[in-house]
């Protein structure tokens, strides 16, 4: 096989594992910079439609509801990491064409973006009406349905694009594969 040849089949791998790297680095820190915003104004405005807000930017962003509950916004709030692993699950796959992969990782961010306000707001109306319930809630929210919204995310996906591949298995099978036909081609 030629050189030429080679390096088509080896491209998109590590430029799909190249832009997992980068959008990784530092700290997720493109994640937080794209869904800050888009989360709390989101979250504003959807809790703007039931109750009295006040925004007040800084380093964290607060909403203040009905004048007396504070909503702060944190990274955990935003959950750049859950965009960062729906990222990981749509480019460890193999043999999907650009234009599809870009609707397949819209559509999972659109998706966890819009489960996430809804979260955040009914999080915002446990708080409202049992401030004891509440720590209890958030933690069920934070341990036990982050992993499952993104996970049940990543299914739907499976099944609306019909996924064949398995992410990183699939790559690492292909590269190995063309390890174990080299060595063959070298004792022939």
């Known amino acids: 096989m030629s ?37 709390v104004y989101a979250f504003y405005f959807l809790t703007g439609l039931f109750f009295n807000v006040l925004l007040i930017k800084g380093p964290t962003d607060i909403i203040l509801i009905n004048n007396n509950v504070p909503i702060e916004f944190v990274k955990a709030c935003i959950a750049g990491s859950a965009y960062y692993l729906l990222l990981i699950l749509n480019l460890s796959i193999p043999k999907i064409k650009i234009n599809k992969r870009i609707k397949m990782i819209l559509f999972s961010f659109l998706s966890f973006f819009i489960i996430n306000i809804l979260r955040i707001f009914l999080l915002t109306l446990v708080l409202l009406k049992s401030p004891l319930l509440f ?16 996970a049940g995310i990543w299914f739907v996906e499976v099944k609306m694009f019909k996924i064949k591949e398995i992410p990183f298995y699939s790559d690492l099978k292909f590269l190995t594969g063309e390890v174990w036909k080299r060595k063959i081609k070298k004792k022939s």
């Open 3 to 39: 050189t030429t040849k080679q390096l088509k089949q080896f491209f998109p791998i590590i430029f799909r594992y190249l832009i997992l790297i980068l959008a990784g680095i530092p700290n997720l820190w493109i994640f937080y910079f794209i869904f800050t915003p888009l989360t």
């Open 135 to 150: 720590e209890k809630v958030h933690m069920f929210f934070w341990y036990f349905l982050s992993i499952v919204l993104v």
